[in-house]
């Protein structure tokens, strides 16, 4: 089976949610369903049939949770030599050579990546053209809006 890479924050991040969701949102969901089940007639009981809807929605994410938890290749990034070549899991300052503009980014795996928060996909455009680069290597980026350069200025391995 193949192995999915996952940085530390992200499966204590997925583990947190997975005992949510088994010791809290479960067992409210068990209790809501027996006092639906309590007034009565089940064809036309709408809070009976929410709480199953709700009971099933939970019962996925958590086996989809332990599927990904079962799969995933966790990386300590913090216990790598610090060095200046760009891996999975580091944090990485690149400068638009076009624009001036500098931009941070953590490459993370596919769950865990959220622009807003400058963490991409390992498997996105820009990671996989960063991922073996070292400080100071120019790489280029295609984007649907065009190629862009980029000058690698910092890594950081945090």
Same mark, same amino acid.
């Given at each position: 089976?193949?192995?999915?890479?996952?940085?530390?924050?992200?499966?204590? *991040?997925?583990? !947190? #949610?997975?005992?949510?969701?088994? $010791?809290? &949102?479960?067992?409210?969901?068990?209790?809501? +369903?027996?006092?639906?089940? #309590?007034?009565?007639?089940?064809?036309?009981?709408?809070?009976?049939?929410?709480?199953?809807?709700?009971?099933?929605?939970?019962?996925?994410?958590?086996?989809?949770?332990?599927?990904?938890?079962?799969?995933?290749?966790?990386?300590? +990034? @913090?216990?790598?030599?610090?060095?200046? *070549? %760009?891996?999975?899991? @580091? =944090?990485?300052?690149?400068?638009?050579? &076009?624009?001036?503009? !500098?931009? =941070?980014? *953590? +490459?993370?795996?596919?769950?865990?990546?959220?622009?807003?928060?400058?963490?991409? @996909? %390992?498997? @996105?455009?820009?990671?996989?053209? !960063? +991922?073996? $680069?070292?400080?100071?290597?120019?790489? !280029?980026? /295609? =984007?649907?809006?065009?190629?862009?350069?980029?000058?690698?200025?910092?890594? /950081?391995?945090?």
């Amino acid at each position: 089976m193949t192995k999915f890479p996952m940085t530390v924050e992200g499966a204590e *991040k997925l583990r !947190l #949610e997975l005992e949510q969701l088994k $010791k809290v &949102d479960r067992p409210r969901i068990v209790t809501a +369903i027996a006092e639906a089940r #309590e007034h009565g007639d089940l064809k036309e009981n709408a809070e009976y049939h929410a709480a199953r809807e709700q009971q099933g929605f939970c019962e996925g994410r958590i086996q989809e949770i332990e599927g990904k938890l079962g799969n995933a290749q966790i990386i300590d +990034i @913090s216990k790598m030599p610090a060095g200046d *070549k %760009v891996i999975f899991g @580091s =944090t990485v300052d690149i400068l638009n050579l &076009d624009t001036d503009q !500098l931009q =941070t980014y *953590k +490459i993370v795996g596919d769950d865990e990546a959220d622009v807003k928060a400058n963490m991409i @996909s %390992v498997s @996105s455009p820009i990671a996989r053209a !960063l +991922i073996g $680069k070292e400080v100071g290597d120019v790489v !280029l980026v /295609r =984007t649907p809006a065009g190629e862009v350069e980029y000058e690698i200025d910092a890594v /950081r391995y945090c």
